[in-house]
């Protein structure tokens, strides 16, 4: 049996060893921190959040333009895809209906539109809950949301006064062309027909490569040697062309088309 004085001995004994293992935890803790300190810190810094595109799986109705009035129409939506594609369905008054796909890229207020026929363009937006205003150098559109599907809004045009048309005299008024050969970017495409109608407006014709069909309809004038085009939204692309023998060549902006004239 241990006397008082040996256990306390004993108790001593073991509080001086647990204060040894603390003190050289303690050590080896500021050797790290010191080691840490001399290679530096290092920060990660996360990437930056990628804004979302707020028109993605949205379809609106243009309800008026103002400013320059330039295509004959009844009802027009813009559907936008979250595949990044635009699709514009226009009923005209006489009650055929045209759809054209573009490529749309939405950064901040700005709508950037790739065209295949080169026809690029940007506007500005501004979204007001379900309403959303679209700015271009040329017009101002006024767009409503709609929850509806395109071909509902299409069934029931809004009924909306329609500019008149007129009559072209020029040699390429009332020609039909199919392309013979597309230079450029043309990846996407395996045939194209161009109809110049005799009340000023130009048709193009797209058949892609996966098989499906994008109608472009655009106001059509002449300055020399330069085809004026103009969009729904006053967008003008200049397009050079001439004619060599029974051929007629197109510039656009990506892409140069040879054409041959056709009957249909």
Not at 169 to 185: E, F, M, N, V
């Amino acid at each position: 049996m241990q006397c008082p004085l040996g256990r306390l001995v004993l108790v001593l004994a073991i509080l001086l060893s647990l204060s040894a293992c603390a003190g050289s935890n303690t050590g080896q803790d500021a050797s790290v921190d010191a080691a840490s300190g001399a290679l530096g810190a290092t920060t990660i810094t996360p990437p930056p959040a990628i804004a979302p595109n707020p028109l993605a799986g949205t379809v609106w109705r243009v309800e008026s333009i103002v400013g320059e009035q330039t295509l004959d129409r009844a009802t027009a939506v813009l559907s936008f895809g979250d595949d990044g594609t635009m699709t514009t369905t226009v009923v005209q008054p006489n009650g055929v209906t045209t759809t054209e796909y573009e490529r749309y890229v939405v950064e901040r207020d700005v709508i950037s539109m790739f065209n295949d026929m080169g026809y690029d363009r940007q506007a500005t937006f501004e979204l007001y809950g379900d309403e959303m205003r679209i700015d271009t150098t040329a017009v101002s559109a006024r767009l409503r949301l709609i929850t509806g599907s395109v071909q509902e809004e299409i069934d029931a045009p809004l009924r909306r006064g329609a500019v008149g048309t007129y009559v072209i005299d020029h040699p390429l008024a009332g020609t039909s062309w199919k392309a013979r050969r597309i230079l450029g970017d043309a990846r996407y495409f395996q045939d194209v027909w161009f109809e110049f109608e005799r009340v000023g407006r130009l048709t193009i014709r797209i058949l892609r490569t996966d098989g499906t069909m994008n109608v472009i309809h655009r106001q059509l004038r002449y300055d020399g040697q330069t085809i004026l085009l103009t969009d729904q939204l006053g967008h003008e692309l200049r397009v050079n062309y001439q004619e060599i023998d029974d051929e007629l060549i197109l510039d656009f902006t990506r892409v140069r088309v040879i054409l041959l004239p056709t009957s249909g």
